[in-house]
């Protein structure tokens, strides 16, 4: 089993930033991937970013460039800042992890890019 706790939506005019969270309840060390998928209303859940136990990095095509995913190990954190950030951008953002074939999700926060 594996909780995730996500933090930091909110929001944010266009070309603003923004930096989600996600606290994972044991040792991301322990998980083969985590990621972060977002779900704009009427639209389907998307792949926004990944990264592997090894540290690899996925990123959508829409968010390269403006988007980076990254880890802190003593934390137990990974997160996903946003830069640039468009109203195209707007969704509910959700933290994933696989770990030996299940999906865990958090309960989603809400960007939203406006002015």
């Known amino acids: 089993q594996v909780q995730l706790v996500e933090s930091g939506g909110g929001l944010v005019q266009p070309g603003g930033s923004l930096r989600l969270s996600c606290a994972a309840s044991?040792?991301?060390?322990?998980?083969?991937?985590m990621g972060w998928y977002r779900q704009a209303p009427g639209k389907q859940r998307e792949l926004v970013a990944t990264?592997?136990?090894?540290?690899?990095?996925n990123l959508a095509d829409s968010v390269k460039g403006r988007f980076t995913i990254s880890r802190d190990i003593s934390e137990n954190t990974v997160s996903l800042q946003m830069n640039s950030l468009k109203p195209e951008d707007t969704a509910v953002y959700y933290c994933n992890a696989v770990k030996t074939g299940n999906d865990y999700w958090g309960q989603g926060t809400q960007v939203t890019v406006s002015s």
């Open positions: 990264i592997t136990l090894g540290g690899r990095t």
């Open positions: 044991r040792n991301i060390f322990s998980i083969d991937v």
